[in-house]
């Protein structure tokens, strides 16, 4: 692509004298006979020009669709990430009410579910592996009794020693649990 001087000449080609010269040479060339000349224009290349615009503005529009998108996402996965730690920060708050009433501390009930309660709404999911299959991916085994469980191939959990949690799929802190087998 040329300069615009270059495309007005490709779309309207210089005349031998330029306007304003015929008349300063003493040429009898009046406004009207200018007028009657025919205008050739390369249709083409014009249809051309524009299709390369027109696909240069489609391109740029979807590459702002897709940033878009992406930044969408990403924002999205920011807050998830930034929500998932305040709750990880909350887990030993839990896990300290958990345990007051494992020991019969009265009025500490109502707390824990309540701040349990408001958490699950939010995507917390606690852990329950009692007398399942034991999944290094959600537990860690702390203990190891020997015996054999017929209903499961390999260890199975016999106890939770700490809560595991789960935020919105992803495991937020593995459980501690005891197994057998």
């Known amino acids: 692509m040329g300069s615009d001087e270059e495309r007005l000449d490709e779309v309207f080609p210089p005349t031998e004298d330029a306007p304003g010269e015929s008349e300063a040479n003493g040429d009898d060339v009046t406004a009207d006979a200018a007028a009657a000349e025919p205008i050739e224009l390369d249709i083409e290349g014009l249809l051309s020009e524009r299709d390369q615009f027109k696909d ?9 669709e897709n940033y878009r998108r992406r930044m969408s996402a990403q924002r999205a996965e920011e ?7 305040i709750v990880e ?7 300290a009410c958990e345990a007051a009433f494992a020991h019969g501390v009265d009025g500490v009930e109502p707390i824990w579910s309540a ?3 408001a958490l699950q709404k939010q995507g917390l999911e606690a852990l329950d592996l009692q007398g399942k299959p034991f999944d290094p991916t959600v537990a860690e085994a702390v203990t190891h009794d020997p015996g054999e469980d017929e209903t499961f191939e390999g260890p ?3 106890d939770t020693l700490r ?10 802190r593995p459980a501690m649990v005891r197994t057998r087998g």
């Open 56 to 64: 240069i503005a489609l391109r740029l529009q979807a590459d702002f």
């Open 79 to 85: 807050i998830d990430r930034a929500t998932g730690r």
């Open 89 to 95: 920060s909350l887990l030993p708050v839990l896990d």
């Open 115 to 117: 701040l349990l309660g």
């Open 156 to 158: 199975v959990v016999t």
């Open 163 to 172: 809560t595991g949690y789960r935020w919105n799929g992803k495991i937020l």
